[in-house]
């Protein structure tokens, strides 16, 4: 059975590669250049993703090893 810490560090880990795969330049190239009406989308989509990579990681720093 693993510890938690080696489950914090694996989930740590898969949150990293996460980060680095929303952040790669051939996805924001294409949320830039997704169609609109003179709205670009690149600012939400930064947004949201620093936002989730943010908040998963609090969470992931917080969970406690009793749940």
Same mark, same amino acid.
Do not use: C, Q
């Given at each position: ?9 694996? #989930? &740590?880990?898969? *949150? ?5 795969? !929303? ?7 294409? +949320?830039? #250049? &997704?169609?609109? *009406? ?5 600012? !939400? ?7 989730? +990579?943010?908040? &998963? ?11």
């Amino acid at each position: 059975m693993k510890s938690t810490s080696s489950r914090k560090l694996e #989930r &740590l880990v898969a *949150l990293f590669a996460m980060a680095i795969l !929303l952040f790669s330049p051939p996805l924001i190239i294409m +949320v830039d #250049r &997704l169609p609109s *009406l003179s709205v670009s989308w690149l600012p !939400l989509y930064l947004f949201i993703a620093w936002g989730t +990579v943010i908040g &998963l990681t609090a969470w992931l720093m917080e969970l406690r090893s009793g749940r």
